[in-house]
């Protein structure tokens, strides 16, 4: 995608040095590797000192960047013989969340093969995408879909993986009017009740409720440039400082990114993103999502129904410790 | 299990009475009613549970007050009123959370925005809670949550139904994601409740009940009851409007727009709500009914209508 944020200028302005170098190179037959190669040496260096230091903020901007994988990216990364499966059967067909059977392809790991129920928030990459996709903000029909779909791979004893990117749950009218709140909460609910292992990996913006909605799983991971939120920085700033221009100060102040929420005990992991970010190398970010995964639902198996739901309620119990007045 | 009996305590009562002292129309001891602008005497407002006697307005209604509304006289004993936020953010705005915190336990007397209790609703035993909407607008960190969880863990253990009564804007900000794990956190205690005790849990909506309280255990009860004129949904109307970008509906997020769209089972008054409640648990509860329509509860004094204590 050919969106560069601000402080990946520098970076790329020396890629497209280098990118002129070798073009000289070819038409003209001269050799100026040695000058590409300190150029390409440089532009490495400064990405990695610029990516080793990332605001909460530059990574909100990654987190929302349209280059980045979105569900559908893992699933023909990761999966094969995957069946969209649509509707809430109560005449809605969301399309900001998609949902399906696949089988899961991961060669030399233990779950190679494994059919699972793969579900997740779908954003587009342009405009028309993005108004067929609703910019990834759900409906309450995408989060009955979504509970339909779940309960079939607990009927069926399916392990759930959830992908989950999207500014947050639709407020709009006919949102609201079909029942938003009783959607996400019902969501929160029964995913804490089900009897198969589930995985839910913050892919990109885990917006407030509406990642929620998706998020109560056995293990939450996160990637690396993904942020996890109560609300979003503009949002935020906008009640706090009336300005959403603050965002960044709030991005800060909200302590939304993977390290953050390892730190607050709210994940689980955090999944490594090739340098640069997701965005500049997805078939990587892919494959790193998917050695995460192999690794997790592993060490799920051993576990039947009971235990599974147990500790999922265990993991979501203990988070948010409180002090006690004498 | 052991809590001080709200009638042993000196303070339980000691509520700013005034609700408009700034006003300089409204004498002291008077408040004028929002809706209908009638000058209304503040114990007689009390009273009749803070509800306008000429236009029916529901103004706020403190803890203490609902839960003694709701309950049979000398049923209620408190729980986790001595649970505390920590500020694991370092959270800051104007001013720090801790700060912010601290002069709502101050100005209100209570260590955060939920007050829990065991009691009994015609009878039937019961655990209870409501919100403070005065503490940081009733907002959810882990204090609620954990109160609330608490109180579905209780119920679940006592097999005795639940009720929650919420005023709240949704989950509190300054405790940042942690605010948005309490949803999780809330519900999963209140499925165990249905499958580990199958009592049923009755969730009463007041105006404001927005945010992620909305979109948890407030919109899941098995019975959903709103009083009246109450503001209710996921997103507040202010931020729909922005997205959108047109007029809202007449009435939209009112608890009659949501009865209209078929989201709660019933818009009550708030001097029927316990009643209400009563005949509904007694009926789930397959108990017989109260020969006097729930008007003395198995306690030997008879119960004055709510809001007398």
Redesign the interface.
Known sequence: MDVTLDFERPIVELWRRIEQLRELEQSDGVSLSSSIEQLALRANELQQRIFSRLTPWQRTQLARHPGRPYVLDYVAGLMTEFTELHGDRGGFDDRAIVGGVARLRLPGTSVDGLPVVVIGHQKGRNTKENLYRNFGMARPDGYRKALRLMRLADAQGLPILTFIDTPG?????D????????A???N???M??LRVPVIAVVCGE?G??GA??L??GNRVLMLENSV????SPE??AA???RDRAEGPRAAA????TAA??LE?G?IDGIIPEPAGGAHRAVAETVASVGRALAEHLGSLSGLDGAALRAQ??DR??S???????? | MAGKRWFERPDAMAVPSRESAADPATPEFYTRCPSCTELLYDEALREAIKVCGRCGHHFPLEPELRLLSLCDVGTLVEHDGHLVARDLLGFFDSKPYKARLASSQKAIGRSDAFYSASGAVWGVPVEVGCFDFRFMGGSMGAVVGESITRLYERATERKVPAIVVSASGGARMQEGVLSLMQMARTCAALGRLRDEAGMPYVSVLTHPTTGGVAASFAMLGDIILAEPRSLIGFAGPRVIKETIGQALPEGFQTSEYLLDHGMIDAIVERSALRSTIGRLLRQLLGLPALPDEGRTTGTPAPVREAGSA
């Open positions: 749950a639709y407020p709009g009218v949102a609201e009017e079909r029942g938003q709140a009783e996400i909460a019902r929160i609910l029964e804490s009740r885990g407030s409720g929620l909605a998020g109560v996890y939120s109560v609300i949002g935020c009640i706090l400082w102040a909200l302590r939304i953050d929420c607050l709210v999922r309620y979501f119990r988070l948010g410790p409180v002090d006690a007045l004498k």
